[in-house]
């Protein structure tokens, strides 16, 4: 079946560091790659996504391409704000067939520091 | 506006009594979703549907029920059966068609359910 791995937290950085999240999936097919976010207190928000092997997903500053070779889809930012702490999630979908879902990693916390 | 709604965003009940977690779109989606989130376990898909008048259990259906009657509403019922109800409920919905290939996944605000 599919899975979504994700790297243990939580992260902690100060502002303005550079970021890196792992994500790694497993998947049969050519599934569709997401980051969501998650606000302390919220439902989940899209925060980009890639759909082929090679793409570049990008919205805020944040960015992660789609690596079939690897099977990543890990997400980056060069400067990192206070505003950013929130929870990030990794998923997949197998863009397949009537029962087409999303699959989650467990997600991990970034708090960024002043 | 477009976008979700959930409803109430916070929720306490007894244990023993069922209890039903509102979910509306207006954004004229085909497909519905309800998850469960727990802390460190990410979210876990409870029942989904395509279509009106049509769903499916996701990875951990037991002790839930839901309904779609309208196209803009799934409500979802935590039954006493669920053995441990008390967490943070997400609905979802996408435009995606019953033939397949998915679009994203937009997200309400969640409900938060205590059992006392």
């Known amino acids: 079946g599919n899975s979504v791995t994700q790297m243990e937290g939580p992260v902690t950085l100060s502002e303005e560091a550079f970021l890196t999240i792992n994500c790694t999936y497993t998947?049969?097919?050519?599934?569709?790659l997401f980051w969501y976010v998650q606000y302390p207190g919220e439902g989940l928000q899209l925060l980009l996504k890639?759909?082929?092997?090679?793409d570049k997903g990008s919205n805020k500053g944040f960015e992660a391409t789609y690596r079939k070779e690897t099977t990543s889809f890990h997400l980056e930012k060069g400067s990192v704000q206070v505003s950013d702490s929130a929870v990030y999630f990794c998923?997949?979908?197998?863009?397949?067939?009537?029962?087409?879902?999303?699959?989650f990693g467990k997600g991990i916390t970034l708090s960024v520091r002043p | 506006d477009g976008g979700i709604t959930q409803s109430p965003k916070y929720l306490f009940r007894k244990e023993g009594q069922n209890v039903t977690l509102s979910c509306e779109q207006n954004?004229?989606?085909?497909?519905m979703y309800w998850y469960r989130q727990d802390p460190g376990q990410g979210l876990r898909l409870i029942y989904y549907s395509q279509i009106v008048n049509d769903f499916q259990k996701g990875d951990i259906a037991e002790g839930y029920s839901v309904s779609r009657e309208k196209k803009e509403s799934f409500p979802l019922t935590v039954t006493s059966a669920q053995k441990n109800p008390t967490a943070f409920y997400l609905c979802a919905s996408s435009a995606q068609a019953l033939a397949g290939g998915t679009d994203t996944q937009y997200f309400g605000p969640g409900t938060r359910l205590t059992v006392l």
């Open positions: 890639a759909t082929k092997a090679d």
């Open positions: 998947a049969t097919g050519y599934p569709s």
């Open positions: 954004l004229n989606h085909d497909a």
């Open positions: 998923a997949l979908s197998d863009k397949g067939g009537a029962n087409s879902k999303l699959t």
